[in-house]
Each structure stands twice: as structure tokens, then as C-alpha cells.
């Protein structure tokens, strides 16, 4: 436990493992060694982050439709924002530092519809709401003080421009969504681009001024027009964390290799107390999973996109505060296109 990190209440810890056959050691840059094992090949970054979410959603549906099935993982610090009656007066005193990638509306649109999806199964489901949506691109450092905080905004402080400005000239690519779930939460979960015909209007051409800077270790700083996508969202990530452990040490919960956006969380055991109310949950987002492969996944004119330019309309946010559910505050916010 880093010094000065705030755990007011008892829960299970969250265990982010990564299942996608990556062995990272001790000392390796975390992205780094992702993008080495796949020898820089986008193709095979995606099957790692697509085994991943498959061997992931895999176990959790076990566990939910196990005779030994125990109970969701209530967030004890939401459900008490939600409900102030349980603790008055209650606040957050986690304080995070963070870079997010937000979506652009299209995206936020297709999350909302797979809420309201979500929510015909459980009810009770706590949704997030949609200008809160996020996709954490990297980490610096959670549950610390405000003052901690504070000091690591101000060692990082030269970089943020730099920082989040980044997905400007580095663009990358998301798409193939499906809904990502566990114990205590429900996501959407993107794959990056390997090929995929691109479903987006082309964005603004980089100006001067982003042209000739040079990605870390030599990769490219942007993907060329014969392979648009060999500059992945894990060499985004990749960049970002290089960047950031230059000014100041970073404290990840996790590196594994997956894009979501967290669209849900669990607030209440009663849509899930029976073995029929859980079988019709992983019904319902098997259901919905099919209807994203078969209506949404590389479809042009469908009527949602499930293609993201990271970056489109808005850049990185550099961001800190109490963040933990869409909250705090925004630092700096680079430049979309």
C-alpha cells in the first residue's frame, strides 16, 4: 500500500488479471511487452486483447451461474453516495490521477442504447451517465490523498500538453464492441483495429505542427497509408505511461490488455437472487453481444457505429480528483480532430 492511500471501507479487492497468455516480468515496461510478443503486429495484439475479453466473460458467466453462486460485489462507496441515508454525510476521499480517452457521440449513443438493454434485465442497475463515459487510457496513480494528488499534478504538470495532445497526431483505432462483465460491473469492451474496412468520415489531415514527431522507440508516430492501423490503442497506452513515468512514478491497478468503458454497476442483489433472474442476465448480454457482432461490428450503414477514432472530437483528458464514477475534475483536455 502506497503511503497515505485511503481504503475507508472493507471490499474485495478487484482482481485485474490479465488472461490473454501474456507473461509480463518484473522491470518491463507493461505495454512494451504486449507490443514485443506480437512483434508490433496489430493482428495479433487484437487476438490478444479479443482472448482476453472472451476467456474473461468465460469465467465471470461461470460464476454467475454457479450452484455456489455467493452474491454480486456491491460497491459499498457508491451505494452510499447513492443512497445518503445509509451513511449521512458520507463522501469519497479516494483521490485518483488519471488520462482518459472520452467518446465521441456516436459511441456514447451506442452505450446508452446498451444500457437501456441492460436495464430492462436488472432494474436495479446503476447506470453511468453518459457525459461521465471514459475509457482510462492510463492510470498514475488511485486511492491517495488530495494533497498526494496535488504534488504529482505538479511534477506532471510540463507534460500535460504533450500528454494530451497525443491521440492529435498518434491516432489510433477501436472497434469489434461487446458488453464485458463481472461480479460488480458491466463495460463495453473495444478490440484495436487489425484491417477492418474504416467506417469513419477521414479526419482533419495533421497540421505542421504534428507532423515529424517521432513515436517512442521508433515506432511511427501515426499509421501509414499501407497499414493504418499498425499504431494501436496499446501504443497509445504504450506512449502515454512512457511519458508520465518520466516526471513521475506510476501506481496502475492494471495493464492487462483490454479498451472499456464501464456503463453499469451493482448496487443491489435483487435482480439476481435466483438462478432464473441470472440465467435471463447472461442471456440477455449473450443476446446483445450477437446483435453487436452481427448489427454493428464492421457495418457502414447500420444504425450505430461501433468504430472509435480515439481522439475524434476531443483529445486525452488529463484529470484528478474523486474520478472514480465520472467525477472530478478536468486538468487539461488536448486537441481532437
Not at 462483465?181 to 467506417?199: I, K, M, N, T
Not at 490503442?233 to 501506481?251: G, N, P, Q
Amino acid at each position: 500500500m502506497a503511503p497515505g492511500s485511503v481504503f475507508p471501507l472493507t471490499e474485495d479487492a478487484p482482481k485485474f488479471e490479465d488472461l490473454s497468455g501474456l507473461e509480463i516480468k518484473p522491470g518491463d515496461n507493461p505495454y512494451d511487452a504486449l507490443i514485443n510478443a506480437c512483434h508490433g503486429s496489430a493482428a495479433e495484439m487484437q487476438a490478444r486483447y479479443a482472448t482476453h475479453r472472451a476467456t474473461r466473460n468465460a469465467q465471470q458467466r461461470g460464476n454467475f451461474l454457479t450452484p455456489e453462486f455467493k452474491g454480486l460485489s456491491i460497491d459499498p462507496i457508491l451505494l452510499r453516495l447513492e443512497n445518503p441515508d445509509i451513511e449521512p454525510g458520507f463522501k469519497d476521499p479516494r483521490n485518483c490521477l488519471v488520462f482518459w480517452a472520452r467518446p465521441p457521440d456516436h459511441i456514447v449513443r451506442l452505450a446508452s442504447h446498451l444500457q437501456t438493454l441492460l436495464a430492462k434485465a436488472a432494474p436495479g442497475l446503476w447506470l453511468m451517465p453518459a457525459h461521465r463515459l471514459h475509457l482510462t487510457t492510463l492510470e498514475v496513480a488511485h486511492s491517495r490523498t488530495a494533497e498526494e494528488i496535488a504534488s504529482l499534478v505538479s511534477a506532471l504538470r510540463p507534460a500535460l500538453p504533450a500528454m494530451a495532445g497525443l491521440t492529435f497526431a498518434r491516432r489510433s483505432r477501436l472497434v469489434k464492441p461487446m458488453i464485458s462483465y463481472d461480479l460488480s460491473a458491466v463495460a463495453v469492451s473495444f478490440l484495436p483495429a487489425s484491417g477492418e474496412e474504416v467506417l469513419s468520415p477521414p479526419p482533419a489531415p495533421l497540421s505542421s505542427d504534428h507532423v515529424g514527431q517521432n513515436g517512442q522507440n521508433g515506432q511511427p508516430d501515426q499509421s501509414t497509408a499501407e497499414d493504418p492501423d499498425a499504431y494501436t490503442y496499446h501504443h497509445l497506452r504504450r506512449d502515454v505511461f512512457t511519458m508520465a513515468s518520466e516526471k513521475v512514478a506510476i501506481a496502475s491497478r492494471y495493464v492487462v490488455p483490454s479498451a472499456h468503458i464501464t456503463i453499469g454497476r451493482f448496487l443491489t442483489q435483487k435482480d439476481h437472487e435466483t438462478p432464473e433472474q441470472r440465467e435471463r442476465w447472461i442471456r440477455t448480454i449473450e443476446d446483445i453481444n450477437k446483435w453487436l457482432e452481427d448489427e454493428v461490428w464492421d457495418v457502414k450503414d447500420g444504425e450505430f457505429l461501433g468504430e472509435w477514432m480515439v481522439g475524434k472530437e476531443r483529445g486525452l483528458e488529463a484529470r484528478c480528483g474523486t474520478l472514480w464514477y465520472g467525477g472530478g475534475r478536468t486538468i487539461l483536455a488536448g486537441e481532437g480532430f
